[in-house]
């Protein structure tokens, strides 16, 4: 709409959240082709520099720098009126939201931009947010927030031993922002059940600037009642009744996109179950359905109704859930002006990720540990030492569960005053003050006196440090049982025995795309964007060999195969002082309609014989092109993509692909540094 009736005869965009300058050069391209007859001009602001830096580059090299200008600062420090944009702007086209819609303080920046960049009634791409939420049950989910499944497999392998927690810790309503992840991957494998059908909870317009004042300056909090339904998985319904009832966990919640007035384009993060036809939606990692626990599951059945209350500020979104005892239309009483925000009390849920909170509930992994701890020698738990070397956890209280004679010293590694609030919270409640003695000093600075002059019988340890990113940091253990070598005894147990790096060849289905090239998008060149991706490729088109640090994901929510049964590339005995391999090599071959496109490597620490905690594959998946495996989602996996266009594009499945890789591992004993390459 050039002019705008102020008689300046140009066309004035502006782009908020520029990035690589796409949108920018797409608006200014658009502008060009409608008004042809008129200057266009676009203001783009990037606030990152090094991202202000590489949209510069773009926006040259499509030679649109004529008509589009860059400001690197944050968009609510600048202003039309101050000179920083030629006039006001008719059309602000803008991504600033996230998987929560307004975590990038989208509202704000909006609102800011109609005080000081935008004509009264400039148009705004997108236009109108529209919430959704759905009422979900699932075991898993809660498994990452709430601690109760925990407690009950604690007394069912120790014979009947209770497990008390703090009570600040079953009340906690955890983090303050939700858990966004593909929540499509729990339902392809039945591990979310549906209790609802979604419903629209909030609308946020984001072109009218008195709708933009109230978000930011008053929040209202809405309130949308969910009906209850059959329950139904993605292999049927589930048999739900008054004596069958079903426990409601939370809620999924996502946002579509209304891109302009009048028109019909929308982007939708619905998850996959909401959706028509067979067709796969499109993949993504940056936006995805966000999901919501609440601290107690709501008991419901068919035909409850649950009311679903929505709140927010400037940056975040929170919810809460009751259950009504009221019929079809009838109001919701009372209505609800506020609610609390969730934040963690506990220590727990701000100490542990929320894959560390599944990983504690594993009853599994509590299984193995007890059946091992079990088989002490009588010599070391009838009246023995324990150190347990970690950042916080459960193991130090089964132990003291399993061996009432034993003590229990447990180090602080970190020397973390979270760790020591969360820990002894934990022992306080079990009445372990006596048996149980959480060291607040760093492992490797232990010395007899701590221990009470007496010698370890009992070194333990998960592996688990809170600092650990890749898998093969938590050989920090090793280091530390070196370092400790003077304070225990010349019997003395330590477990793990030892642990392994694994490695396997993998082919991702989608996920690969996080490293792959974007090339042209839309007739743009964005080569300056994958010139900044792409410093660091493990393997080129030519084998050429490159050197790559593993990137840490958690491997469940990605569609992924299996190309070669998995191999060790190092051992180690943590029993031994020194003498640990510093370096290790295996090959794959593989045979396959899909090609390898990754690298992954995990963890396997040796309990006893035939007694192994994987934080990788948690079966004996054989390669398959149809079954995916099992990723233990507890812990995140380290991934090398392999770089090369050849090696991401999936093709079809009537072809074949026979790859040859070698895979070698060096550790810097001295320094702990541990470097993998891909030949």
């Not at 059945?301 to 679903?308: E, F, M, Q, S, T």
Request: proline share 6%; charged share 20%; glycine share 6%.
């Amino acid at each position: 709409r050039p002019d705008g009736g102020d008689g300046s005869g140009h066309v004035q965009i502006l782009d908020i959240g520029a990035g690589t300058g796409l949108l920018s050069m797409m608006s200014a391209r658009r502008a060009r082709q409608e008004h042809s007859d008129v200057p266009v001009q676009v203001t783009a602001i990037e606030a990152y520099p090094p991202m202000a830096r590489i949209a510069e580059k773009c926006i040259k090299a499509n030679k649109l720098d004529d008509c589009i200008t860059l400001i690197d600062r944050r968009s609510t420090v600048v202003s039309a009126d101050s000179g920083d944009m030629p006039q006001r702007a008719e059309l602000l086209v803008t991504e600033v939201y996230d998987s929560e819609l307004i975590g990038e303080g989208g509202l704000y920046t909006i609102f800011h931009a109609f005080q000081n960049m935008l004509k009264p009634d400039a148009a705004v791409v997108p236009a109108s947010a529209r919430c959704y939420v759905q009422l979900i049950s699932s075991e898993w989910l809660a498994s990452c927030q709430n601690f109760s499944s925990l407690t009950s497999h604690w007394k069912k392998h120790t014979g009947g031993k209770l497990l008390s927690l703090p009570d600040n810790m079953t009340s906690c309503r955890g983090l303050p922002c939700g858990y966004d992840l593909h929540v499509e991957r729990l339902w392809d494998t039945d591990d979310i059940t549906l209790l609802s059908d979604p419903v629209l909870i909030q609308t946020f317009e984001m072109d009218s600037m008195k709708d933009l004042e109230q978000y930011c300056n008053s929040p209202k909090v809405a309130t949308s009642v969910l009906e209850c339904i059959e329950a139904r998985r993605k292999s049927g319904a589930v048999a739900s009744s008054k004596d069958r009832p079903s426990a409601c966990h939370g809620i999924v919640f996502w946002w579509d996109l209304l891109m302009h007035r009048g028109s019909d384009i929308i982007l939708s993060m619905s998850p996959s179950w909401c959706r028509p036809g067979p067709e796969k939606p499109q993949w993504r990692e940056h936006w995805m359905p966000v999901v919501f626990l609440m601290p107690e599951p709501i008991v419901s059945c068919p035909g409850d109704r649950i009311a679903v209350d929505f709140a927010h500020d400037e940056y975040s979104i929170w919810f809460d859930m009751r259950k009504l005892n009221t019929s079809p239309g009838d109001a919701v009483e009372p209505a609800v002006t506020s609610i609390e925000r969730p934040l963690c009390h506990c220590g727990a849920h701000a100490t542990w990720t929320r894959e560390r909170c599944s990983d504690v509930n594993d009853e599994g992994k509590l299984a193995a540990w007890t059946d091992v701890l079990t088989k002490v020698p009588s010599a070391i738990s009838g009246g023995g030492v324990c150190l347990y070397l970690g950042s916080p956890s459960f193991l130090p209280l089964l132990c003291a569960a399993l061996h009432p004679q034993m003590t229990v010293y447990a180090a602080n590694v970190s020397a973390s005053i979270a760790n020591t609030r969360l820990m002894s919270g934990l022992i306080k409640a079990n009445n372990l003050c006596e048996r149980v003695h959480w060291l607040n000093k760093p492992a490797a600075e232990l010395k007899t006196e701590d221990l009470h002059n007496r010698k370890v019988d009992m070194l333990l340890a998960e592996p688990y440090f809170c600092t650990s990113i890749v898998p093969w940091h938590d050989l920090a253990f090793m280091f530390l049982r070196t370092s400790l070598n003077a304070l225990l005894s010349d019997q003395c147990q330590i477990l793990p025995r030892g642990g392994k790096v694994m490695a396997a060849p993998v082919h991702f289905t989608d996920f690969w795309k996080m490293r792959a090239t974007v090339g042209t998008v839309c007739g743009f060149n964005l080569a300056e964007f994958d010139s900044y991706t792409e410093t660091t490729p493990v393997l080129d088109s030519d084998g050429k060999v490159f050197y790559q640090d593993a990137e840490h994901f958690g491997l469940f929510e990605f569609e992924s195969y299996l190309l070669a049964p998995p191999q060790s590339v190092m051992s180690f005995d943590f029993g031994a002082i020194d003498g640990h391999a510093d370096k290790g090599q295996v090959s794959f071959r593989t045979q396959s309609s899909k090609p390898c496109n990754a690298i992954v490597f995990w963890m396997d620490f040796t309990l006893a014989d035939n007694v192994i905690i994987s934080t990788g594959l948690q079966d004996a998946t054989a390669p398959s092109d149809i079954v995916e495996p099992a990723w233990n989602r507890g812990h995140r996996q380290g991934v090398v993509f392999l770089h090369g266009a050849q090696r991401l594009d999936g093709g079809d499945d009537s072809r074949s692909f026979s790859e040859q890789f070698s895979v070698s591992a060096e550790l810097q004993v001295s320094t702990g540094q541990f470097e993998v390459t891909v030949k």
